[in-house]
């Protein structure tokens, strides 16, 4: 019997080759690629936006800055005891009194000069998403903008065109019942 093949080794080199198979396909992408997750919804911003700070509703215009690290809210009387930062947000914004806690110290410099400013935590409506993110608090009383969106927010799935401005504007989804 030369030359003849056992039904069992049949059977085994079958097997091993749709082994073979699957998994070709399975690291090509091809078998489980349903379980990937969809991309990242890109949302495309002008360097002048409208941004809503949640849960309170305060509509607040803002400057998209690709070059601050970190976005940063301008806070009036602002006092920090103990963990706590307590300020004012300008009153042409409302003038909401706000008590957040500090959860890290920031230190910032510019050309003029240094400092260190106590970082909050806020969640945003920004476009059509909510995010939430880290805040440096300070008084901006002297600049145009209550409010800089810097990279750590821009990261969550934003473009910035710089020669557009009011093309996302606040269009959050009502939060979920609890």
């Given amino acids: 019997?030369?030359?003849?093949?056992?039904?069992?080794?049949?059977?085994?080199?079958?097997s091993i080759s749709l082994l073979i198979c699957y998994l070709t396909f399975a690291f090509s992408g091809v078998v489980g690629a349903a379980e990937k997750p969809p991309p990242k919804e890109r949302i495309t911003v002008g360097a002048?936006?409208?941004?809503l700070l949640l849960p309170w509703g305060?509509?607040?215009?803002?400057?998209?800055?690709?070059g601050a690290a970190t976005t940063?809210?301008?806070?009036?009387?602002?006092?920090?005891?103990?963990?706590?930062a307590e300020f004012r947000l300008p009153e042409e914004y409302g003038g909401l009194q706000m008590r957040l806690p500090v959860v890290a110290w920031r230190h910032v410099r510019s050309a003029e000069y240094r400092e260190r400013r106590p970082?909050?935590?806020?969640?945003?409506?920004?476009?059509?998403k909510r995010?939430?993110?880290?805040?440096n608090l300070n008084d901006r009383?002297?600049?145009?903008?209550?409010?800089?969106?810097?990279r750590n927010l821009l990261k969550y799935g934003y473009i910035v065109d710089c020669t557009q401005s009011n093309t996302a504007p606040p269009s959050c989804p009502e939060p979920a019942a609890r």
């Fill in 141 to 150: 009383a002297r600049v145009k903008y209550p409010l800089i969106i810097g």
């Fill in 58 to 66: 305060v509509r607040l215009p803002a400057r998209v800055d690709t």
């Fill in 131 to 135: 995010i939430r993110g880290r805040v």
């Fill in 1 to 14: 019997m030369y030359g003849s093949r056992s039904p069992g080794l049949t059977f085994m080199s079958m």
């Fill in 72 to 84: 940063s809210l301008d806070a009036r009387n602002l006092t920090v005891k103990g963990n706590m």
């Fill in 48 to 51: 002048e936006e409208e941004v």
């Fill in 119 to 128: 970082v909050v935590e806020m969640e945003f409506c920004f476009g059509s």
